[in-house]
């Protein structure tokens, strides 16, 4: 072996040996355009606001991540910028403790006398009982992002290795009003248009299936009264055939009975059934009551199910058999490949919960699902719903072909922030004056002065 070659195995044996101190956390927030989609919590804003964490090692080499907004988030994540700087990259676990320790206190206590980090009554993001979770969520990603660039390689491949180079997403359909989202001068072109009725939401679904190729389609509801949903799917079913999975999330403000109806009359037209009903026990009321009236469609789950504290219960009672993870939510991309295995321990499905976010956030769920085999279905995206313009990865948007994001193979992420893009962004969050994600508010302030979020509402 030449000389050359002696020094270069030393030095990646002594970088693998060697810390990698953390000197540096940036965070910037940035606002981006979204169009005004609605949900049972209410109207999106024109900008929804997102925060991108670099971490930088002494070395120089910075590592990304990309989490909730606003300025609760900002602070949040300086409250721990002293146990993240002069921290090792690699221990994760005392980062965690850290971060948890900080943290610490009063707890919103379900009825069950356990901690509710569920999404019932909160948009996701604004459970204050999850804080701990989202904040060092974003650190291990950035963290791992760190160490892979350090050593060379993919995210993917420090979880356990890629199981998959091309991972499925599926069409995110929204009811709709007119605009494309943005304000004043930044307002943007409205790309999908309104849909507010089932032939809308087939136009919009043919519009990303021309543009993206997706193959299957899931709907927002608890928007409509059920009857407009349950035709919605109906006119979907039809334009797509059956070879294109359908699914419909009302997040948890339909009644039991309604439940109930809904799940009788689409019987064999959905793929799974996703939040119908509020909480564990409701879910599990109703795969019961579906059971015995023959129309046993699968229940999925991101509202009620939300943390490893949650399956156990929703095991007993069969509240769901699917669980739409989300490594934002359930505590970093370490966390999804364990709840991973716990699915495939259990038989249980497996999928992408996802919000308004940027291509850092998407190429990390890209990772995370490449290195998860229990992977049973296409994942959420809000992707299509953000422009180019706002995207802050060198290169601009990543790319969804055939409905798939091919998983980067550079280290790390393998995508890098493009930093006159990052301060555009960070210039529109100054400019506009969203501070935290309000659905209630925007609905009252362009659709009905009196609404309210109604648990059930049908």
Known sequence: MSDKSDRLEFNLHS?????????????????????????????????????????????????????????KALADFERVRGVVEGADAYALGKLARGVDDIFLGPRLVGA?????????????????NDVPLRIYAALETAALDLIGR??????????GGRVRDEVPFAAYLFYKHA????????????????????????AQAAAMTRRYGFQSYKLKAGVLPPEVEVETILALYDAFGPRAPQ???????????????????????????????????????????????????????????????????????????????????????????????????????????????????????AHVAAATSRLTYACDTHYPWQADEDEVI???????????????????????IDQDRLARGRERYERVPYRKRDDTAEMRKH????????VPAW
Request: with cysteine; aromatic share 4%.
């Open 15 to 71: 970088r693998r040996r060697s810390p990698i101190r953390i000197v540096a956390l940036k965070l910037t927030p940035v606002a981006i355009a979204d169009p005004p989609l609605r949900s049972s919590y209410g109207l999106h804003a024109p900008y929804a606001l997102r925060t991108i964490i670099e971490l930088r090692s002494e070395d120089g080499l910075v590592g990304i991540a990309e989490a909730h907004g606003g300025e």
């Open 112 to 128: 069950n006398g356990t901690v509710d980090r569920s999404q019932t009554h909160y948009v996701p993001g604004e459970n204050p």
């Open 150 to 159: 350090a050593h060379g390689v993919p995210v993917s491949d420090l979880l």
């Open 179 to 202: 605009g494309g989202g943005g304000e004043g001068d930044d307002e943007r072109e409205d790309e999908y248009g309104e849909a507010m009725t089932p032939d809308g939401i087939v």
């Open 247 to 365: 699914r419909i999330d009302p997040n948890s403000v339909w009644s039991h009975e309604t439940a109930v109806d809904v799940a009788t009359r689409l019987y064999g037209k959905l793929e799974y059934l996703e939040d119908p009903v509020a909480g564990l026990d409701g879910m599990g009321r109703l795969h019961d009551a579906m059971r015995e009236n023959g129309t046993p469609i699968p229940l999925a789950s991101n509202v009620a199910v939300t943390h490893f504290g949650d399956v156990p219960e929703m095991v007993r009672r069969k509240s769901a058999q699917i669980i739409l993870g989300d490594h934002h939510y359930w505590g970093g991309p370490r966390a999804m490949a364990q709840l991973g295995r716990l699915c495939e321990t259990f038989g249980i499905g497996l999928s992408m919960h996802s919000n308004s976010h940027l291509g850092i956030s998407l190429v990390a769920m």
């Open 394 to 416: 060198e290169g601009g948007r990543v790319p969804i072909v055939d409905g798939a994001v091919r998983v980067p193979t550079g280290p790390g992420l393998g995508v890098t």
């Open 447 to 454: 659709v009905d002065p009196a609404w309210k979020r109604l």
